[in-house]
């Protein structure tokens, strides 16, 4: 049975708030302990409420948090900001990287598009005079290249048939 939708907003109830976040932060922390053993990876939480506790929870111990922020720090500067993104950053990879999928989606679109012209044109509907001069040089360009493409593929299959 699924949960119903949460709204994400400040509780301003303190004793739910209180509950939710000792929730929150149980199953925050299985979750990090489910990383660590099942990817075997070395990992820390810290979790710290101004509201409630004055001594953040640190799983799975301060001593072993210590050590593995330090050999964080130990690492150079170069491998360390490596794979780190921060919020701004993240969005901008994800800007640019749906701006290159959106061009190259447009690209294959406009030739779909030339390539029905070209079809209905030879197919004798008169669509070919609605067309700008861009257009028509475009059309004209396509239809060389699919005769060239054609002439190839004649020449191989005329060689392979003497063969």
């Known amino acids: 049975m699924s949960r119903k939708k949460m709204k994400l907003a400040y ?23 489910e990383l660590t053993t099942l990817c075997g990876i070395e990992a ?37 900001n490596n794979k780190m993104v921060n919020q701004e950053s993240f969005l901008e990879q994800s800007i640019a ?3 290159q999928q ?31 001069a861009m257009n028509l040089n475009e059309v004209g360009l396509l239809v060389n290249q699919n005769l060239k493409d054609i002439d190839n593929r004649v020449r191989v299959l005329t060689k392979a048939s003497r063969s």
């Not at 303190?14 to 922390?29: E, F, H, I």
């Open 11 to 33: 509780i301003t109830n303190d004793s739910k708030r209180k509950t939710t976040y000792k929730k929150r932060t149980k199953g925050l922390v299985k979750k990090v302990r």
């Open 44 to 80: 820390c939480a810290i979790i710290h409420s101004p509201d409630f506790d004055s001594q953040p929870e640190v799983w799975p111990s301060h001593v072993g948090a210590q050590w593995l922020l330090s050999e964080f720090k130990k690492l150079p500067q170069s491998i360390r």
């Open 97 to 99: 990287k749906a701006t």
């Open 102 to 132: 959106l061009r190259k989606l447009c690209e294959e679109n406009r030739q779909k598009e030339l390539k029905k012209v070209m079809f209905e044109s030879l197919s004798g509907k008169g669509i070919i005079q609605s067309l700008n």
